[in-house]
């Protein structure tokens, strides 16, 4: 990949990586492993885990409240993860050439499910599975982005026959709002209102408000977010691999696991983009105390507790003008 921002493999060797979600509760990323189904959480202690749950040509994430939907392209249909499995909240018609659905997502209240072989939009009551609204015309809507929390439209769909970024209105009804964008399938829009897309075909992630380039040379990239803190989380599914962009700061740990001398502080880094230059604050803290904070600096330190299990894990939340960042290490005494 080719970017001007600095950029960080979150995961690799993965089985298809497809559509992801950022958790902002926790930090953790849900990613979707198209080519055997399975579910991986990238982050916290154990930085990369799998769930016990199977979706078959697992596809697009989206969450209300506690649950996680996931897409399951295979079946044409959207389940709930349960704790023994998962739970079948609309089934729809199935396309006989298997191009079933693709991205969903949600409003904090509704999914929005784009039906993808049959052009078509659907408002989802998550309990029920009924559909309480649905908007045709589009050619193949493949993703979605809706306002989080609930707020008031309109969404964003990507449709990529159409090659097009449309806007969804509230009253009915969409506009384009981008074109020229071959094959696009996922799209997000920024805090500063510019919409970003992957072009799988062109193995690229474009700037569709200003028409840059902001990263080239990926391999089918497929999923698109943002983390806490406005960073571009990329999924490059034919290399296997979780991309993060930064595009505002990161926060670089140790190795998992380290050994730590009595006392001994922890200095965490930070990496900034070009020109970012926000003071930073550590506003939450478990497993250790901050001795000195990050401020406008390239690092900062923590000192662990003592460490009376075999391994021990410190937790922190730093908060910055364009959201909030996650970092988790483990250590032993």
């Given at each position: 990949m080719t970017s001007s921002n600095p950029v960080i493999i979150l995961a690799s060797g993965l089985n298809g990586p497809d559509d992801l979600l950022y958790l902002a509760a926790d930090g953790t990323i849900i990613v979707g492993e198209h080519g055997n189904g399975h579910l991986v959480v990238i982050g916290?202690?154990?930085r990369l885990k799998r769930l016990p749950q199977v979706v078959p040509e697992a596809e697009g994430i989206a969450q209300i409240g506690s649950t996680i939907y996931i897409a399951d392209q295979l079946h044409n249909r959207v389940v709930a993860l349960t704790a023994t499995g998962v739970r079948t909240v609309i089934q729809l018609v199935p396309d006989p050439n298997g191009l079933n659905l693709d991205g969903i997502a949600s409003n904090g209240i509704q999914l929005i499910v784009p039906d993808s072989p049959h052009g078509t939009v659907l408002f989802v009551d998550p309990s029920s599975g009924h559909v309480t609204k649905r908007q045709g015309g589009f050619s193949r809507p493949a993703g979605v982005w809706a306002n989080p929390g609930g707020q008031a439209g309109p969404y964003l769909i990507a449709d990529e026959n159409a090659n097009a970024v449309f806007a969804?209105?509230?009253a009915g009804g969409f506009y384009k709002l981008a074109g020229n964008l071959p094959g696009v399938d996922d799209v997000v829009r920024d805090s500063h209102n510019h919409v970003l897309v992957t072009l799988p075909g062109l193995g690229a992630l474009r700037d569709a408000t200003s028409g840059a380039t902001v990263a080239r040379g990926l391999r089918n990239p497929q999923g698109l977010d943002f983390d806490g803190a406005q960073n571009l989380l990329v999924t490059e599914s034919d290399a296997g691999?979780?991309?993060?962009?930064?595009?505002?700061?990161?926060?670089?740990?140790?190795?998992?696991?380290?050994?730590?001398?009595?006392?001994?502080?922890?200095c965490l880094g930070i990496t900034r983009a070009k020109g970012y230059a926000a003071a930073l604050t550590v506003d939450q803290v478990t497993g250790a105390t901050?001795?000195?904070?990050?401020?406008?600096?390239?690092s900062f330190e923590v000192l662990p507790q003592p460490c009376s299990a075999a391994v021990c894990t410190v937790s922190v939340v730093v908060s910055s003008p364009a959201g909030r960042e996650f970092a988790e290490f483990t250590y032993r005494d």
């Open positions: 916290g202690p154990s969804l209105q509230n691999r979780v991309d993060l962009i930064v595009k505002t700061f990161v926060i670089r740990v140790p190795a998992p696991a380290v050994r730590l001398l009595p006392r001994q502080r922890v901050v001795t000195t904070q990050p401020g406008t600096s390239a």
